[in-house]
């Protein structure tokens, strides 16, 4: 079965007055790179690279780099097609963006695959070990047009907090790092204080902190019985993040912003990481995506994936949920941190609601893994076309 043609799709969904701030930016729309490859059979698969990147670049990688490499290959060796992409981009690549394109083009792959064998992707990679995973809302980011008005802004996450409680959901996730530490324990002492004592709560600097600041909010979210604290220091500070895991008991997340095997392999080589976050969007894709949970099983590191995208980057993460185990395996899971969850953003996002034929169905906090073939979605042709601003294709022809 041979690529045909690869085409991308970069969808734009402006956000108007929804627009949310967290630690780094703001996102005033939601964006997303969409990829198609078509075969000579007339089987075409689906795929997303990258997040929370001006997409555009990936798709110049795609059409420019990969595409005269992959063209005419066999759509079903993901393997060897993975490698030659990453020993091709080794020198100029191994990180960003030449892995969030080839994390798309992997994920398009798997489709195919297991739309040729009428399976969806977590039967033919060895068989799940769940259909239905627990969700966590990520939300509790900063909104309205003063972010500065702390009192507007614990307003605002109890607010939100309560409706997560209302649809629900017993885990939820919220952005710190924006504001001064003092304002930003206030907001998360009244999320604490809003749910109660039994939810699970996370909290996500999105590496906002040095040393010292880390460690004063990893200690007030301590007390606060927060699950973890993500992303509390740069990506680059891998040291600082182990040293700042042996002096805090609240457990460290992180990872969404490493890549492949061998960035991971950093981290948990460090102990820089107690629970790990890679994207499969950007990570390397499925294939890698497999290769970074063997090692985190090695490393006995439990893996929750970072999830932030379209539809398409969200049943990725879905099929590869399925065959995450619980690290460690216990007859009967007492202890969240063993299982994985899925991170289910709340914000808003037609990208991720609309652009399915079917959406994800969310019943209480459990998401159903798709089972259909593939990643076992249908793309609504209606809604790619309505957010669509710029499409390319390469190929066509070798049919
Ligand atoms: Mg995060």
Redo the contacts with the bound molecule.
Sequence with gaps: MKIDHIETFVLKAPLGDQRFYWSQSCATERASLLIRIGTDTGLVGWGEAGVSMPVEHAAAFIHDVAAPRVLGKNALETEPLWHDLYSYSRDFGRKSTPIDALSGIDIALWDIRGKEAGRPVHALMGGAFRDTVRSYA?GLYYRGNDVRDVAGAIAQVRDEARGYVERGFTAI?GKVGLLPIRDDIKRMAAVRDEVGADFLLMS???HAYNFHSAVRMGQALEELDFHWF??PLVPEDVEGCAALRKKLSIPI?TG?CEYTRYGMLELLKAGAADIL?PDISACGGLSEGQKILALATAYHTPVCL?A?GSGVALAAALQLTAIIPSIPHTAFPVAPENEPMF?YDRNPNPLRDDLLSEPFTLEGESVRIPQGPGLGIEINQKVLAQFTVAGRTSGRGTK
Excluded: Y
């Design positions: 990520t996730k996500d600097a999105n993500e992303e997340a969404e976050q970072h932030w991170e």
